[in-house]
């Protein structure tokens, strides 16, 4: 099977503009979680989807928000930008079970 | 108190040694904990993952609890060189769904 895939993998932007991350789970995974590592933080959850839901949510402002379609793709936008949102941008998925969550590559976002 | 502590290291091994791997957890009602390395400039890699109910081991390396003392061990015999990396140790957060929350990860650093 493929792996998650995660698109851009490498994004630069200013302060105050918007991004849109998109990532594809593994075929036949309903969960996409969204994670963001810092070296400082470290990985940090943002938010969970399935089924088109979004069951968990993180301790991250309303500028982060997502999305999943109906074939599980899930994307993430961040709006106005800050340089603190500079992280690699992480998405999971998982049949449904926390312990098989699969990584993508990442997205690796600078904001200038 | 974080609900995930790891010592950051690097814990240094010689080639053919055991590295032991350490993570605290804070909340006693943790069902299960999982393991993932993390090579440098990529995303984490699911090693291994335990329940509360007993340890297990694959292959080289095995993951020990010890709920009394509220610690998770990852061993990992024979260490190769191909085994630098970071490891992170990860927890369920509280209220289901596949959310999960990480340690700040232990540097592996195996001498040949």
């Known amino acids: 099977k493929a792996g998650v895939t995660q698109t851009p993998r490498y994004l630069i932007k200013t302060r105050g503009q918007q991004v849109t991350l998109s990532c594809s789970p593994i075929?036949?995974?309903?969960?996409v979680s969204w994670y963001q590592q810092t070296p400082g933080q470290g990985l940090q959850f943002l938010f969970e989807?399935?089924?088109?839901?979004?069951?968990n949510k993180g301790n991250f402002p309303g500028r982060f928000s997502g999305r999943q379609f109906s074939n599980s793709r899930s994307e993430m936008n961040v709006s106005t930008l800050e340089l603190g949102d500079s992280a690699l941008y992480l998405c999971a998925s998982s049949p449904n079970l926390p312990e098989t969550q699969y990584f993508g590559p990442g997205t690796r976002l600078l904001v200038l | 108190q974080k609900e995930v502590e790891q010592n950051s290291g690097p814990l240094s091994v010689p080639e053919g040694a055991i590295a032991s791997l350490n993570c605290t957890y804070s909340?006693?009602?943790?069902?299960?904990f999982f393991w993932y390395r993390q090579y440098s400039g990529k995303s984490p890699e699911l090693i291994m993952f335990?329940?509360?109910?007993g340890d297990k081991e694959d292959g080289r390396f095995t993951a020990q609890l010890n709920k009394a003392s509220q610690y998770v061990s990852l061993l990992i015999r024979d260490s190769q060189p191909s085994d630098s990396a970071t490891y992170l140790c990860a927890v369920p957060l509280t209220g289901g769904g596949n959310k999960l929350t990480f340690g700040t990860g232990t540097q592996l650093k195996v001498e040949l």
């Open positions: 335990i329940y509360s109910n």
């Open positions: 989807y399935f089924s088109e839901t979004q069951r």
């Open positions: 909340d006693r009602g943790s069902q299960s």
């Open positions: 075929s036949g995974h309903r969960s």
